[in-house]
């Protein structure tokens, strides 16, 4: 069965820094890609960054792009998401997803499974 357990959020004023991190298990991490998702109140779940199954490719939105990065240690079976100047635009619930391949995607609907999420406050 497969679990992801994300940590690190937290509040953080504006300009400042969070990692977080989600932790998998239940099945070989490395062949699957991984992806990072938020939600702000009253919006809909948004992608913020996924990475391929070996670290090769990854992808980004617009609005975190040069600020945030993503990577993954598959020895430790982690992906972590490192947000910095962080903006009050970026107050969401963070959460991690996992596909079934190893080609990372930027769609919601192709990751199978989710983390509980975890809350990224911003303040001004």
């Known amino acids: 069965q497969v679990q992801l357990v994300e940590s690190g959020g937290g509040l953080v004023q504006a300009g400042g820094s969070l990692r977080l991190s989600c932790a998998a298990s239940?099945?070989?991490?490395?062949?699957?890609?991984m992806g990072w998702f938020r939600q702000a109140p009253g919006k809909e779940r948004e992608f913020v960054a996924a990475?391929?199954?070996?670290?090769?490719?990854?992808y980004y939105a617009d609005s975190v792009r040069g600020r945030f990065t993503i990577s993954r240690d598959n020895a430790k079976n982690t992906v972590y998401l490192q947000m910095n100047s962080l903006s009050p635009e970026d107050t969401a619930v963070y959460y991690c997803?996992?596909?079934?391949?190893?080609?990372?995607?930027?769609?919601?609907?192709?990751?199978?499974?989710w983390g509980q999420g975890t809350q990224v406050t911003v303040s001004s």
């Open positions: 997803a996992q596909r079934d391949i190893i080609v990372a995607s930027v769609s919601s609907r192709e990751y199978d499974y």
């Open positions: 990475i391929s199954g070996t670290g090769a490719t990854k």
């Open positions: 239940g099945r070989t991490f490395r062949s699957y890609a």
